[in-house]
């Protein structure tokens, strides 16, 4: 079995790049900004018609349905960043960040 590709297919525009999990086994990593255009766009505006709220029902279908399926996709699941301005690092305190699924993210 090879590494987990989020559906729909449009959703590869999304892809950052492959790492290895912790086995050695390649896994997709997505953008999680890109993820949310993606759904934006194919699910909130599938006739190509602008839709103020599109971003924000995006947002909330990749928190819930998206990064809460990764523990049931298996060791090859893919994952999924969110990316951070480098000046804001520093800024990030320890009761900002949370692990799920042994990873790190920042909340949104």
């Not at 079995?1 to 999990?21: C, F, Q, R, T």
């Not at 947002?59 to 349905?65: G, T």
Request: glycine share 6%; with cysteine; net charge negative.
């Amino acid at each position: 079995m090879g590494a987990v590709v989020l559906d729909p297919p449009s959703l590869d525009e999304a892809i950052m790049g492959v790492l290895k999990n912790h086995r050695g086994d390649a896994i997709f990593v997505y953008d999680h900004e890109e993820l949310v255009r993606c759904f934006a766009r194919d699910m909130f505006e599938p006739n190509g018609e602008s839709d103020p709220t599109a971003l924000d029902q995006a947002f909330e279908w990749v928190s819930f349905n998206t990064i809460r399926a990764l523990p049931y996709m298996g060791d090859r699941a893919p994952m999924i960043l969110q990316r951070v301005d480098e000046e804001c690092v520093d800024d990030v305190e320890l009761s900002e960040l949370t692990v799920f699924d042994g990873r790190c993210w920042i909340k949104p």
